[in-house]
Every structure is written in C-alpha cells, then in structure tokens.
C-alpha cells in the first residue's frame, strides 16, 4: 500500500509558476501527476519512472512543467511555469509499484494509488 499527499496547490495569475509536491510512502516504480477540471476527464500531465528518471509529457504542457523527483525523500515534484488559465484544475498525484503494465504512463489506469488532489487556479 502506498499513500500519497500533495501540496503546494493555489492561485496564480496567467503567466505565473507554482510548484507541487507529492510525499510517498513506501516503495514506487512510477509516479506521475493528473489533471481534472470540472465536467472533463482526468489527464495525464506528466510521469516519472523512480529509477532510471525517464519522464514524459503531453503536448499540452511540454516545455512548462517539469517532474522531477528526490528519491531520498521520496518524493516527486512538479514545476509549472508559463501557466494559463486552461490549467485550472485538481491535480492528482499517483503512483504505482507494478514494472509491467500494458497501459502508457500518461495513462489514468497505469496507476493502482491515488492522492488526495490539491487545487490549482489560474486567472487571466
């Protein structure tokens, strides 16, 4: 069982950075952030794998957020910059142990755990 929680959620203007954290507990494999925004389904916007640090990214957010990850600390972060008011969201963090899946990592079922989410807002 692994637990997650996030932080560093909040408000920023359009153009603005923020910074999240996700806290694990227990081993991971992979751990990657989410977005939801209300009446949308929930995407995929970044993923790393624990040991080797490859990462990925949708188009839609490439080149302004970064994931990276302390694995001393065992946890992952998420740097967005140049944000923009389609941002706006409950971004999710989740992770997963599993080394084979046959889903991609940007994918909402590569992930058996969850946390808590926490708000992003981004105004023009």
């Known amino acids: 069982q692994v637990q997650l929680v996030e932080s560093g959620g909040g408000s920023v203007q359009a153009g603005g950075s923020l910074r999240l954290s996700c806290a694990a507990s227990g081993y991971t494999y992979i751990l990657g952030w989410f977005r939801q925004a209300p009446g949308k389904e929930r995407e995929g916007v970044a993923s790393i794998f624990t040991g080797s640090g490859h990462t990925s990214y949708p188009d839609s957010v490439n080149g302004r957020f970064t994931i990276s990850r302390d694995n001393a600390k065992n946890t992952v972060y998420l740097q967005m910059n140049s944000l923009e008011p389609d941002d706006t969201a409950l971004y999710y963090c989740?992770?997963?142990?599993?080394?084979?899946?046959?889903?991609?990592?940007?994918?909402?079922?590569?992930?058996?755990?969850w946390g808590q989410g926490t708000q992003v807002t981004v105004s023009s």
């Open positions: 989740a992770a997963d142990t599993r080394t084979y899946s046959t889903y991609t990592p940007l994918i909402r079922r590569r992930y058996a755990y």
